[in-house]
């Protein structure tokens, strides 16, 4: 049993140490002469392989509702008015949606994002020393399924929120963590020493991820990205976000994107159809309603 723990370890921290290229695209060389040069990585708060653990472990807390603890219903006690004089009154149980959370099960956006950002700013914190960190990368593994899990359900749309921050403008300062949801692009080579995975965003902005300390998704998958915001390189007609120090989680994976893009349109193409009326159907005959034969 020891030795298998062992084994899950060494690869769980061969997982985050692995350079980060898109496993099934090459990377797109980058334009020497790209507008301006990227600048340094920003310098973040210098933090220990066990308070990314803690940030880790308040995220995945942070994720569920507490009235109803991520179930979306609570139960109430009421009581059925008595029919006689005299009489109690029949208690029962009753499920009804949260009212907190409006049945969705999650926890307010604001929290999950502020979260998330504490958990993208320790990771950046000490790069190094955490992919050296067994019990760190086991709590992040098993954190990062939960993220993953939550990120396939309709509470997606609370990490969702974090794109628009920068569709309006706001979170491209350097130095400020980002978390977003989308798409895996080719890998892009920008000069940083390694290509840099590339996601866009659902607002169209395309982000590049230098650096992910950890990574399970490729290019054509629906991804979760998080990371420290580095600046901009513009590369031809593209501008990328650099960010870098982060992670990359696999949301949905290609081949289930198109399997719900052909259920989707199937259902529009049904949906724009005339659904044929049915043919009249012929009673048979019972054997006994046949005309006997003269004789």
């Known amino acids: ?25 090459a990377p797109v060389t980058a334009e020497s002469s790209a507008a301006s040069p990227i600048p340094a990585p ?40 008595a029919e006689k004089l005299f009489t109690k009154g029949q208690i029962y149980h009753e499920q009804d949606a949260c009212s907190t959370c409006k049945g969705t099960g999650s926890a307010k956006a604001e929290l999950i994002m502020q979260r998330f950002d504490a958990l993208v700013l320790a990771m950046a914190g ?9 019990p760190a990368t086991k709590i992040l593994t098993e954190v990062f399924d939960s993220i993953t899990a939550f990120a396939r359900t309709r509470n997606a749309e609370a990490v969702d929120k974090a794109a628009q921050r920068l569709a309006g403008g706001f979170g491209d300062e350097p130095g400020t963590p980002l978390v977003a949801i989308g798409v895996l692009k080719p890998s892009v080579d920008l000069g940083l020493g390694a290509a840099s995975m590339v996601m866009e965003l659902p607002s ?17 998958d629906r991804a979760l990205g998080a ?3 580095r600046g901009h390189a513009i590369v031809g007609k593209n501008d990328y976000l650099v960010i870098d120090r982060g992670f990359v ?15 989707a349109e199937a ?15 012929e009673t048979p005959r019972a054997p006994d309603d046949e005309e006997m034969p003269e004789r």
């Open 1 to 25: 049993m020891n030795t298998i723990l062992r084994t899950m370890l060494v690869v769980a921290c061969s997982a985050l140490a692995v350079p980060v290229v898109a496993q099934d695209a």
């Open 42 to 81: 920003s310098a973040v708060k210098k933090t220990t392989p066990s308070q990314v653990a803690q940030a880790a472990r308040s995220l995945r807390r942070s994720m569920a509702c507490e009235a109803c603890g991520g179930d979306g219903t609570v139960v109430r006690q009421r009581t059925r008015k």
């Open 126 to 134: 000490c790069p190094d020393e955490l992919a050296k960190n067994a």
């Open 204 to 220: 169209g902005a395309l982000i590049a991820i230098d650096e992910a300390q950890f990574h399970s998704a490729k290019s054509g």
């Open 227 to 229: 990371g420290v915001v």
């Open 249 to 263: 989680l696999m949301v949905t994976s290609e081949k289930d994107l198109k399997i719900q893009e052909e259920e």
């Open 267 to 281: 259902a529009r193409r049904a949906a724009r159809e005339p659904v044929p009326a049915p043919e009249p159907r």
